[in-house]
Every structure is written in C-alpha cells, then in structure tokens.
C-alpha cells in the first residue's frame, strides 16, 4: 500500500470554491501518480477551522471519487496556521513512489516538492552566481536560467551590426527584430541568436561591458525580463542576475544576493577567462569589473541591488561547495 499526501487552499469558504479546489486536488494527485480511480483505497480529508461550507469529502464524491470510502475531519485552530486549507491523504493499493501534491498556497508547506519553485539568485559580476546556480539546479534536478547570457546576446548583436551602444534608440531599433532562443541540451544552457549558437562568444570580454550597457535601457530589459518570466511560470528552476529577487520575481521562493571582494572577483574572471585561451589582462580586469559594478548599480531602471528578503552570502572566502551548503541549509530550513 502507498500513502499520498496532498494540500490546497481556497480564497473563500465557498461551496463552489471547495468542490473546484477538491477536484483540482484529487485531479492532480491521480495524474501525478500515473493511477487510476480504481486503485484508490480510501481518501481522508482534514479541512482548517475556517472552512465551514462544505464537506471536502461531499466534494470528492461528486467529482467522481465516489467508488472508495471517504472521510472529511477538522483541524483545530492553530495561530499561525496556513488558512483556508484542505489537506488530503489517499491510500492506493500498489506499491509506488508517492508523488505528494502541494497546489495554490499549500506550495508554502511543502516547497521542495511543490509543483514549481524559483530560486532567485543576485550579485555582481564575479561573485559566483552562475557557479552556485548551476550547481544550487544540479543538486535539487530543477533549470538553471542565465539571464546575463541573454543581455550578452543582445549587445553581441549590436555589436554584429556595429550599433552604437550608447545610443539607447539605435539599439532599441536594431533588437527590434531579435531572434533571441534559449535552448537546453543536456541540461545546460545555450543561447542562439539568429539561429547561431553564441554560448561562447557571448563571454568574450568586449560582450560583458556593451552587455552592461545595453541592459539599462528599459525596453531592453522589459523584452528580456518578459521572457525570463514565462520560463519561471512554466517550471521550477534557478535564475541568476541583477535584479531577479527584486524586480523579475518579487514573488520567488528563494532569493540569495552572492558579493565577494572586488580584487577575488577579478581573480575569477581571470582565471575563467585565460582558461578558455583569451588574452586579458589582470588589471585592467580589475578596472572593468568595477566599472560594470557602479553601471549595474546606478541604473534608474531595475538596478542591481539586494532585495529586503534575499540572504546575503559573502562568497570572497568560501569554496563552491561550502556557499552550495549554506544556500541549501537555507532553503532546507524554510521547508
Ligand atoms: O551576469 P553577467 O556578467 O553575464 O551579466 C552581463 C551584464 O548583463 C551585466 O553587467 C549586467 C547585465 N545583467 C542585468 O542587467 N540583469 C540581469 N538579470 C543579468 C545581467
């Protein structure tokens, strides 16, 4: 036998609100779970005190569930407590891996393994946010979206057509037309633009300062921010940049903001760089990443900034595996 857990919530204590909240819920767990209505033992519903204007259970049976026993109980009043909340426990007969359904504001109880998650995760260049990213997606199987890659496209195609960046209205006018794609294939990242793969010459160090440059123009940035949102409402993942905690999803479940010590920043994107065989020179390096740093900083639209919730995590003396262990004791904590 297999025990399925499940929650939801309503926005009102509503008849219809309880049948369409019950039926989405029980929906959902079936679908998830690959199973069919027959194998379903029994189903106990526990419904928070604030819930009076329907039986959960009454609600199931006239969703169709009516073949097994059902059983509808209250919960007490806790301070505290997530309101207006149905939760469900399904016994089915086979011996499965249980597939718990959390939906609507129930998410909040379970985010580990609600349907989506966000994790936002903010800083300046060099302080390791694409590192942790990709590591923070590897470790709990969700995408990681690079942002900044998708600004590194838009100034690698200005740059293509010899666009002025500075000329906020010929930039607008030459990524009028962009055929911007993100596309996954092993579970990494590639960035097209006009049908070419441009993951690797959107690192080159003359991309990174037209990248910070173009990014502050508005309609830039609400065209890229548009597209980063509809990925994030499809599915779970990590999104690195400048302003995701605080503009592109205020609503994230997780915001992290990474810093590190201008010179160890510098130090990383030296290293990155002359790894991949691209001549630079440390200094200048050093002057660039500030530059980009007061540029992403002192932006009037959509700076780079920490949001109020995000947790701040100096990264100057820490290995990747120490921060990814301190951002998933964060996470573990409020799940
Ligand atoms: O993270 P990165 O170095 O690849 O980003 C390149 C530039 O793009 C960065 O200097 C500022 C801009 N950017 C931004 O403004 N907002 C984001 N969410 C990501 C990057």
């Known amino acids: 036998m297999t025990v399925i857990r499940g929650a939801t919530t309503i926005a009102e204590d509503s008849p219809e609100e309880i049948k369409k909240a019950v039926k989405e819920l029980i929906d959902q767990t079936v679908s998830r779970n690959s199973l069919h209505k027959d194998e379903i033992l029994s189903i106990v519903f526990s419904s928070t005190s604030d819930i009076h204007s329907y039986y959960p259970a009454k609600a199931a049976r006239e969703a169709g569930y009516s073949s097994s026993p059902l059983f509808s109980s209250q919960e007490p009043d806790i301070d505290g407590g997530l309101p207006l909340c149905i939760r469900i426990m399904l016994f089915v007969e086979k011996n499965i891996t249980p597939h718990h359904v959390y939906l609507r504001g129930a998410r909040t109880l379970r985010k580990d393994i609600a349907s989506k998650i966000n994790i936002a995760i903010d800083g300046p260049a060099g302080s390791g946010k694409s590192t942790m990213a990709k590591a923070l997606a590897k470790s709990m199987n969700i995408l990681y979206l690079d942002t900044g890659a998708m600004y590194r496209a838009c100034a690698l195609k200005a740059l293509k057509e010899n666009a002025d960046i500075r000329d906020e209205t010929a930039i607008i006018d030459c990524l009028r037309d962009l055929a911007l794609e993100i596309k996954y294939e092993d579970g990494t990242q590639h960035t097209f633009l006009d049908g070419e793969d441009v993951s690797e010459l959107i690192r080159k160090p003359e991309v990174s300062m037209a990248a910070s440059t173009v990014s502050q123009y508005p309609a830039v940035r609400l065209k890229m921010v548009e597209k980063q949102r509809e990925i994030a409402d499809k599915m779970s993942c990590v999104l690195d940049g400048r302003d995701i905690g605080t503009f592109v999803l205020p609503e994230a479940d997780f915001k992290f903001f990474l810093t590190a010590d201008p010179k160890v920043r510098a130090q990383r994107r030296y290293d990155e760089l002359t790894a991949k065989g691209y001549p630079v020179d440390k200094r200048a390096l050093e002057e660039e990443i500030v530059k980009r740093?007061?540029?992403?900083?002192?932006?009037?639209?959509?700076?780079?900034?920490?949001?109020?919730?995000?947790?701040?995590?100096?990264?100057?003396?820490?290995?990747?595996?120490?921060?990814?262990?301190e951002m998933k004791r964060t996470i573990q904590e409020k799940i």
């Open 293 to 325: 740093d007061e540029q992403d900083s002192s932006r009037a639209f959509a700076p780079l900034k920490q949001a109020e919730d995000a947790v701040l995590i100096d990264t100057s003396n820490l290995t990747p595996d120490e921060v990814l262990g």
